[in-house]
């Protein structure tokens, strides 16, 4: 059974920074290190988006909005992705998940909140 678990998030000044972290299992995962993933993310009333993207290779990828402001990493060992924010905005606020990348799966998990407010 495939599983997602997203984790980290939380309510953050605009400045601030947070890392987000993404324990994949299951049988499609059995082999991570060949697998792409990625952090896409929800704002309310709006469609879920790609936010970044790191190959089996560790080539990285990012939308312009978050460009030298958010890394993603991964540790293949622990079957985890991360995802490192800093200078954080408002805008940034949103659901953040994680899947593959790209080809994102029908299956998410549950997600984690991010929220940046004064």
């Known amino acids: 059974q495939v599983q997602l678990v997203e984790s980290g998030g939380g309510l953050v000044q605009p400045g601030g920074s947070l890392r987000l972290s993404c324990v994949a299992s299951g049988s499609i995962f059995s082999v991570f290190s060949v697998i792409g993933m990625g952090w896409y993310r929800q704002a309310p009333g709006k469609q879920r988006e790609p936010v970044a993207a790191i190959t089996s290779g560790g080539s990285t990828d990012y939308a312009d909005s978050v460009k030298g402001r958010f890394t993603i990493s991964r540790d293949n060992a622990k079957k985890t992705v991360y995802l490192q924010m800093a200078s954080l905005k408002p805008e940034d606020t949103a659901v953040y998940y994680c899947?593959?990348?790209?080809?994102?799966?029908?299956?998410w998990g549950q997600g984690t909140q991010v929220t940046v407010s004064s």
């Open positions: 899947n593959k990348a790209p080809g994102p799966m029908n299956y």
